[in-house]
Nanobody, 119 residues
Framework: QVQLVESGGGLVQAGGSLRLSCTAS????????MGWFRQAPGKQRELVAT???????GVMNSVQGRFTISRDNAKNTVYLQMNSLKPEDAAVYYC?????????????WGQGTQVTVSS
């Protein structure tokens, strides 16, 4: 089993920045892909970004250039640096991890952290 603990959410003004972190514990050797989903009220859950253990990155087009995903394998931690935040970025952000891939779902999930962007 793998447990994911997130932190870093909060309230920020439009144009500001937040850095989310997610640390995995348990059977971390089973994890290859880590990433971030988000879900806003009235919208479907969407995959924001992923990163493999080898450092291969995928980022959703609407946040590319503003969000950066990174990973510290030694700390079993994945980060999401969010810059130039927009009101449409407001959502609950969920850390996720999977042995193979992340698409519409993942095997392991964090509890979620709220990101609120004020205008």
């Amino acid at each position: 089993q793998v447990q994911l603990v997130e932190s870093g959410g909060g309230l920020v003004q439009a144009g500001g920045s937040l850095r989310l972190s997610c640390t995995a514990s348990g059977r971390v050797r089973d994890i290859d892909v880590m990433g971030w989903f988000r879900q806003a009220p009235g919208k479907q859950r969407e995959l924001v970004a992923t990163i493999t253990r080898a450092g291969i990155v995928g980022v959703m087009n609407s946040v590319q250039g503003r969000f950066t995903i990174s990973r510290d394998n030694a700390k079993n931690t994945v980060y999401l640096q969010m810059n130039s935040l927009k009101p449409e970025d407001a959502a609950v952000y969920y850390c996720a991890a999977d042995p193979s891939l992340i698409a519409r779902t993942a095997l392991y999930w964090g509890q979620g952290t709220q990101v609120t962007v004020s205008s």
